[in-house]
């Protein structure tokens, strides 16, 4: 897990903060030179990462920067969706609409218990149902109404095409 999470932020520096030489790159992560060196190779032998020789305050040395910076934006944006989504507490409420075996719609959000569970089920389903439709309005209506009903409230929604 930790490999994972390590070229996620090495490729997060890449892109957010442009060329690096290897001192930046120490200096940002705090690794050590094998674990950076072995990161670096990682993402080096994937293609994911491109190496220069170049100048630095006056001195040679070699930079470092992302090789295919919108594969890699995705690639950045693909892991942090789904570290959000298992970030959602425990139980889940899970609600899925498909408009075809093509086109689906997923909703994460935690359950609620008490007086607004019927109101917050019936909210998730309608809103589920409201991306798929196109009626972004109204998805962000009901989206704003279970965010008003539970302090620090995570909502995944995932929607999915396939051709």
């Given at each position: ?8 932020k090495l490729r997060?520096?890449l892109v ?8 930046e790159?120490?200096?940002?992560t705090k690794?050590?030179?094998s ?19 170049g100048?630095?305050?006056?001195r040679?040395?070699?930079i ?12 950045i944006?693909r892991?942090e ?15 899925e ?8 719609a ?30 972004v309005?109204e998805?962000e209506?009901?989206?704003?109404w279970l965010?008003k009903t ?14």
């Amino acid at each position: 897990m930790r490999l994972k999470e390590d070229l996620h932020k090495l490729r997060k520096l890449l892109v957010e903060k442009g060329p690096l030489t290897w001192g930046e790159l120490k200096e940002e992560t705090k690794w050590s030179p094998s674990v950076l060196k072995n990161r670096i190779d990682l993402l080096d032998e994937r293609g994911e990462l491109s190496a220069t020789a170049g100048k630095r305050k006056g001195r040679r040395t070699t930079i470092y920067k992302s090789s295919e910076e919108e594969n890699t934006r995705a690639e950045i944006r693909r892991y942090e969706a789904i570290k959000f989504i298992e970030s959602i507490e425990d139980p889940t409420y899970f609600r899925e609409t498909s408009m075809s075996d093509k086109l689906s719609a997923t909703v994460f959000v935690p359950s609620i218990e008490g007086p607004l569970q019927k109101a917050w089920q019936i909210n998730v389903d309608f809103m589920t149902k409201a991306w798929l439709k196109g009626w972004v309005r109204e998805a962000e209506q009901k989206l704003k109404w279970l965010l008003k009903t539970k302090p620090g409230l995570k909502i995944a929604i995932v929607l999915t095409a396939e051709s």
